[in-house]
Every structure is written in structure tokens, then in C-alpha cells.
């Protein structure tokens, strides 16, 4: 049994942190939304704590899941942050997905004060968060990584790891811009298909036994043809990472001219209500535009 933290239990770290406790580590945890915490160490016998910093004095190793780069900043290294309360020889595993060069930042900060850090953000949303089936993307020190392993392990079932610090987060910005263009193409075709009066769900089967098929199409479209738009994946957490997308891009030069358009898709969505419905809400832009309604 390990001793071990948790920041952050929200959609997808409430299951996280569950999952840890549930393998039998000794879990305490913090939450912006105290009541949150409280009611997680009522129901698993965990420790609800204060401040970042208390949860740092009682483990060896602290998980991070919120919500952007600020947050997570401040919780590892404002006031009362992880900084303040953990040890020398300490991990902190941040699986938020936060700008690179903010990773890389607070990477250097801690190592002056010989704190370990890994930035590991996860994908496979909720679900993948309940079932312990997420997937890893790994940035830091190997040796560090391999001593986390067997705690990441318990919430995921793939692990990359990519190289130094931030690396993980260029692959989870990389997977997620490609999932966001993509849900964004489907939209704007089973749009015209649907309109042209082509049934989505035949437009589906052809799209699903073609060059064209998609895991994301497959697993989304159906949320959209019954008008199920509870969270999964957040419009304005996505948003949120289309940004950081476009960030790096500057950063290293690199033009994203889809992704660009793409988010405007989103913060369309945002403005008319969507931001925090799933994903596949975003169709509603579309349907907006064109007058027609995608559904069984």
C-alpha cells in the first residue's frame, strides 16, 4: 500500500482518484470544490484535505487532473501549493493537459528543490476515467516514470512514454487536434448528407465499412442521433486544447490551418450554450446554419 494524493475530482479525476483507492493505496485528496472531497473520503475512507500542500505531506507521489495551466500551476506552486508541503525525492504526476512550456516550467521549478515531475496527460474521457482504461502520454525523467508505472497502471492500460518534459503533452495535443478536426468533418458532412436526405444512420454504415471509418465517428455518432449530448468531453475543455494546439504551432512555426477554422466551430458553440455539453454538441453549429436537424 502506497501513500498517495490526488488533486482535481471532476469528471475525470473523481473516477481517477477512485480507482487508486479502490486498489487499496492510502488516498488523500483536495478539491477546488471542497464538497467534493469531503464526499469521496466519506464514501471510500480516504483523506479530504485543505490545501495542496497537506496533500503533499501525506504522499509519496501526487496526481494532478484539472482543469488548464493556470490551475495547475497554482496548485503545484502558488500558495498552500504541492511545492510547499511535499519532500525531497517526492513525485508529482500532472495528467492535465496544459500548455508545454508550462509543463516544462514547472518541471524546472521542482527539480531546484529536488521534487520529481512527469507531465502525463490521459485520454479516453469519463468512461475510460470509471473503467481504468485511459491512455498515458508520458514527458519527463524514464526513472521516474518507471517507479509510477505500477499507480498508473491502476488508471490506465497504455502507457507512452515520449521523451523529456512536455513531450507527452505534444502527443496528447497532436491526438486530440486530430480528433477535433475529425469529429468537425463528420459534422459538416452527415449535415449535407442529411440534408441532401441520405439517412444518417446509412451514411454511418457507409462511412463505417470505408477508407473513411473513424473509432470517433463510430463511438460519437450515435450520442448525436438520439440528441445525447451529456459530457463525456467538454466543448470548452476541447476549446481549450484547440488553443494550446495553436500555441505550440506558434511556438515552433508550424501553420494549423484546419485546426484554426475548427476551433471557431467551437467557440461558435461556446457563444450559442454548448461549452459545457459534450463534443458532439458542436453539430449544432451546423445545424443552426442550415436549418436541419440530425437524428434517427
Request: glycine content about 12%.
Amino acid at each position: 500500500m502506497a501513500k498517495l494524493g490526488f488533486l482535481g475530482l471532476g469528471l475525470m479525476g473523481g473516477p481517477m482518484a477512485r480507482n487508486l483507492l479502490k486498489a487499496g493505496h492510502d488516498v488523500a485528496f483536495w478539491s477546488n470544490t471542497g464538497s467534493k472531497a469531503q464526499q469521496l473520503a466519506a464514501e471510500s475512507g480516504g483523506k479530504a484535505c485543505a490545501t495542496p500542500a497537506e496533500v503533499a505531506q501525506h504522499a509519496e507521489c501526487v496526481f494532478i487532473c484539472v482543469g488548464d495551466s493556470a490551475m495547475s500551476e497554482q496548485v503545484i506552486l502558488g500558495p498552500q501549493g504541492l511545492k510547499e508541503g511535499a519532500r525531497k525525492g517526492s513525485v508529482i504526476v500532472d495528467a492535465s493537459t496544459v500548455s508545454p512550456s508550462s509543463s516544462r516550467h514547472v518541471h524546472g521549478e521542482l527539480a531546484k528543490v529536488g521534487i520529481d515531475f512527469l507531465g502525463a496527460p490521459c485520454t479516453g474521457s469519463t468512461p475510460g476515467a470509471i473503467n481504468g482504461t485511459l491512455t498515458f502520454m508520458i514527458g519527463g525523467d524514464q526513472k521516474v516514470f518507471e517507479r509510477v508505472r505500477p499507480w498508473l497502471e491502476i488508471m490506465g492500460k497504455k502507457l507512452y512514454f515520449c521523451g523529456g518534459p512536455g513531450m507527452g503533452l505534444h502527443a496528447k495535443l497532436t491526438q486530440n487536434l486530430v480528433l477535433s478536426n475529425l469529429l468537425q468533418a463528420f459534422n459538416e458532412g452527415i449535415v449535407l448528407s442529411t440534408k441532401a436526405g441520405v439517412d444518417p444512420a446509412l451514411m454511418l454504415d457507409i462511412l463505417s465499412n470505408s477508407a473513411a471509418k473513424s473509432g470517433l465517428i463510430d463511438y460519437k455518432a450515435p450520442f448525436i442521433f438520439r440528441r445525447d449530448f451529456a459530457t463525456n468531453f467538454s466543448v470548452k475543455w476541447m476549446h481549450k486544447d484547440m488553443g494550446l494546439m495553436l500555441e505550440s504551432a506558434q511556438e515552433l512555426n508550424v501553420p494549423l490551418l484546419l485546426t484554426g477554422l475548427s476551433r471557431q466551430i467551437f467557440q461558435a458553440a461556446i457563444a450559442e450554450g454548448h461549452g459545457d455539453e459534450d463534443i458532439c454538441s458542436t453539430i449544432k453549429v451546423m445545424e443552426a446554419m442550415t436549418g436541419v436537424e440530425v437524428h434517427n
